[in-house]
């Protein structure tokens, strides 16, 4: 994987107030004592390669890829903090879970902060799942199945808790593929070995937000798309994006 700086941040959207990049999986947001030896930084990498200081608003987990928002003045950095703390930015995600999950569902779990004192009171957290496809392999994962079962995802956070996402799908028994906190680990190997690759798969797809110069809904998607039958005939996958394309288009998803 290529150090900071080694590589420009694929961008996705540029005006005179904000940016909008691609975050590859692996990188932090930006430096913390918590992965001390950490090198790779979203906002030392993107101020160099604009050449401007940029304001973080939000932030994504390490192993998360996909669409990050950073304002470009004090100005719409306050008016994106402040649409993301009143819950107005739509956020969807995509991710691969273990199992067939429920067509949908809404999750209504509290979550109190990791981080946090063991008496530390819970914080209301809610997530919609949607099931948008799954899949079933002859090879068996775990010797009490005679295959494999797992299911792409759409899950939507109406509130920003910290790891929402993972914690929600734990809470229903789909952990994310990939998921070394909050998952399985012998399934995780597995989907490993199976893929070539170990990482985890949640996908940060769309931003919808209210734009900071004159609040219009700005829509900001990472460019995969699914279904990916729905893909031109001679469509070139941009190399951020062909973990995640080969995923859904080398698998045999039933939608």
Wanted: glycine share 8%.
């Amino acid at each position: 994987m290529a150090q900071a700086g080694a590589l420009p941040l694929p961008l996705l959207w540029r005006d005179e107030h904000l940016v909008a990049v691609y975050k590859p999986a692996g990188w932090l947001v930006h430096r913390t004592g918590l992965d001390a030896g950490e090198t790779r930084f979203v906002l030392q990498t993107l101020r160099d390669q604009l050449g401007q200081h940029v304001f973080p608003v939000h932030r994504l987990d390490k192993g998360t890829c996909g669409v990050l928002v950073m304002a470009l003045h004090p100005r719409a950095a306050r008016s994106l903090a402040d649409a993301f703390a009143a819950q107005a930015v739509r956020k969807r995600y995509l991710a691969l879970v273990r199992g067939w999950a429920p067509t949908r569902t809404d999750v209504d779990h509290a979550l109190r902060p990791e981080d946090a004192a063991q008496g530390a009171a819970a914080q209301p957290a809610r997530t919609h799942l949607a099931r948008l496809a799954q899949l079933e392999l002859p090879e068996a994962s775990d010797a009490r199945f005679a295959g494999t079962r797992a299911s792409l995802v759409l899950a939507e956070p109406a509130t920003g808790r910290r790891h929402q996402i993972r914690r929600h799908l734990k809470h229903i028994a789909h952990p994310i593929i990939g998921d070394a906190t909050h998952g399985k680990g012998p399934l995780n190997r597995w989907w490993a070995a199976r893929l070539g690759r170990t990482r985890l798969w949640l996908h940060a797809w769309q931003l919808t937000l209210p734009h900071p110069a004159d609040g219009r809904a700005l829509v900001l998607d990472s460019g995969l798309r699914w279904p990916a039958a729905d893909l031109a005939p001679g469509h070139e996958t941009p190399e951020y994006l062909r973990d995640w394309q080969a995923l859904l288009q080398g698998l045999p998803w039933q939608q």
